[in-house]
């Protein structure tokens, strides 16, 4: 397995999936497999100065082992694009997406009334970088 800078397929494939508009200021991180499956994507939209909107696409979880997808992503995020928070949008009825998200590091901090749909709310989560678990420190031993 490889994690890689996502290819332009990789982008348009989680744009289809997730039903989401395309922009300009997607970059993505992606975990392959050797032979070129993908098996997970996060699509990463710089939002403002100082946050981007995550999109994570899971095929299958062997692209979750040991980490290194989660690491590779957050680094980007919050040291390559030196940004100081992450956001995803959840719908409420997407109760799998709200546990791995939470696991991951994420905190609801709102709800947006009718985000999802008609009487379906969309979670607004965030993780700050001062808090995230993936990512190196300047003071960390090792």
Same mark, same amino acid.
Not at 10 to 28: A, E, K
Not at 103 to 111: H, M, T
């Given at each position: ?17 997730? %039903? #989401? ?9 992606? $975990? ?10 996060? #699509? ?10 995550? %999109? ?7 692209? #979750? ?20 928070? $992450? ?30 749909? $008609? ?11 001062? $808090? ?11």
């Amino acid at each position: 397995m490889r994690i890689v800078q996502a290819t332009n397929e990789d982008i348009m494939y989680v744009i289809g999936r997730l %039903h #989401l508009n395309y922009s300009q200021s997607m970059v993505g991180i992606s $975990a392959i497999s050797d032979s070129g499956k993908l098996y997970c994507c996060c #699509l990463i939209i710089i939002s403002s100065e100082s946050c981007v909107t995550m %999109h994570i696409v899971v095929d299958s979880p062997i692209g #979750l082992k040991n980490n290194w997808f989660f690491k590779e992503s957050f680094n980007y995020v919050f040291n390559t694009a030196d940004k100081l928070t $992450a956001t995803v949008f959840v719908p409420e009825s997407n109760k799998k997406s709200e546990v791995f998200c939470k696991k991951i590091g994420f905190n609801e901090i709102a709800r947006i009334p009718n985000g999802a749909s $008609a009487g379906k709310d969309t979670l607004v989560m965030v993780m700050q970088k001062d $808090a995230c678990k993936w990512i190196a420190r300047s003071n960390d031993n090792g």
